[in-house]
T-cell receptor
Framework: EPEVTQTPSHQVTQMGQEVILRCVPISNHLYFYWYRQILGQKVEFLVSFYNNEISEKSEIFDDQFSVERPDGSNFTLKIRSTKLEDSAMYFCASEEGLNSPLHFGNGTRLTVT | KQEVTQIPAALSVPEGENLVLNCSFT??????LQWFRQDPGKGLTSLLL???SQREQTSGRLNASLDKSSGRSTLYIAASQPGDSATYLC???????????WGAGTKLIIKP
């Protein structure tokens, strides 16, 4: 069964550094998402992406965050200058169409020191 | 503002029992509701999706119900097995947008 893949599985970075989290969504899916889960807290929506542009973003997704779909298969989340509070599990998800089940990757655990 | 609450936060039952997990939401204007399973160190797996016009969905030993007017959903697991041990999350998608709003989850342990 096709699946969403995320790399790396774990990333450790120093405060102020840039990180890029990578995702390969399922190939025929049209909608793409990034969510995050801080340890012990609820899953939080960051951004949704459709037709090569952001369709919606949360308050968390400030100017330090950006997303790209550079080549039609990869979907990346960039954090320009990481902060300690960016430490979390970041999940990429995709769906075939609206009102379809959401398929998640296994996540990237980001640790900012 | 939509809030999603799940009760109980944790549940431990012997293998073979039927059980019910609860999810409530404050704003009934939802587009759909999904139940997910989260295993430690893994991603989230969609179990059931109930559209706002539906009352329930079934998949194998799982049955999810939705009562939009009262802001409630239940996930029924029949004949529980140790492999069902995981955290179960419910999430709602709003009418006005398609982001998911999540509950905190119920951590389920099935004892052999």
């Amino acid at each position: 069964e096709p699946e969403v893949t995320q790399t790396p599985s774990h990333q450790v970075t120093q405060m102020g550094q840039e990180v890029i989290l990578r995702c390969v969504p399922i190939s025929n899916h049209l909608y793409f998402y990034w969510y995050r889960q801080i340890l012990g807290q609820k899953v939080e929506f960051l951004v949704s992406f459709y037709n090569n542009e952001i369709s919606e973003k949360s308050e968390i997704f400030d100017d330090q965050f950006s997303v790209e779909r550079p080549d039609g298969s990869n979907f990346t989340l960039k954090i320009r200058s990481t902060k300690l509070e960016d430490s979390a599990m970041y999940f990429c998800a995709s769906e075939e169409g609206l009102n379809s089940p959401l398929h998640f990757g296994n996540g990237t655990r980001l640790t900012v020191t | 503002k939509q809030e999603v609450t799940q009760i109980p936060a944790a549940l431990s039952v012997p293998e073979g029992e039927n059980l019910v997990l609860n999810c409530s939401f404050t704003d009934s204007a939802i587009y759909n509701l999904q139940w997910f399973r989260q295993d430690p160190g893994k991603g989230l797996t969609s179990l059931l999706l109930i559209q706002s016009s539906q009352r329930e969905q079934t998949s194998g030993r799982l049955n999810a119900s939705l009562d939009k007017s009262s802001g409630r959903s239940t996930l029924y697991i029949a004949a529980s097995q140790p492999g069902d041990s995981a955290t179960y999350l419910c999430a709602v998608s709003l009418d006005s947008n398609y982001q998911l709003i999540w509950g905190a989850g119920t951590k389920l342990i099935i004892k052999p």
